[in-house]
Nanobody
Framework: QVQLVESGGGLVQPGGSLTLSCAAS????????MAWYRQAPGKQRELVAT???????NYADSVKGRFTISRDNTKYSVYLQMNSLKPEDTAVYYC???????????????WGQGTQVTVSS
């Protein structure tokens, strides 16, 4: 059973920083892309940042220059360093991994349970 477990959310003041972590556990063959999404109340889930297994990254325009995604492939983990946080960054943040549980299995998306980030004074 594959699980993605996020941590690191919380309450922070505007301009502050937080680092989110997500680790994959269980039995699987390989992980390709990993990503962070977020969903604010009353809004659709949106892509925040992606990181390929080869190290390429992409960001939503709204977080470019403030957020940094990174991976540790030896720990099957992805991180999101968030700086200069704004109230509009308030959301539940989810990690996603594109992985296969065996070499003969197709790749599919697995999601974490989400972690709340609240930016408020």
């Amino acid at each position: 059973q594959v699980q993605l477990v996020e941590s690191g959310g919380g309450l922070v003041q505007p301009g502050g920083s937080l680092t989110l972590s997500c680790a994959a556990s269980g039995r699987f063959f390989n992980i390709r892309d990993m990503a962070w999404y977020r969903q604010a109340p009353g809004k659709q889930r949106e892509l925040v940042a992606t990181a390929t297994s080869g190290g390429s990254t992409n960001y939503a325009d709204s977080v470019k220059g403030r957020f940094t995604i990174s991976r540790d492939n030896t720990k099957y983990s992805v991180y999101l360093q968030m700086n200069s946080l704004k109230p509009e960054d308030t959301a539940v943040y989810y990690c996603k991994a594109d992985l296969a549980t065996a070499y003969w299995q197709s790749y599919r998306d697995y999601w974490g349970q989400g972690t709340q980030v609240t930016v408020s004074s």
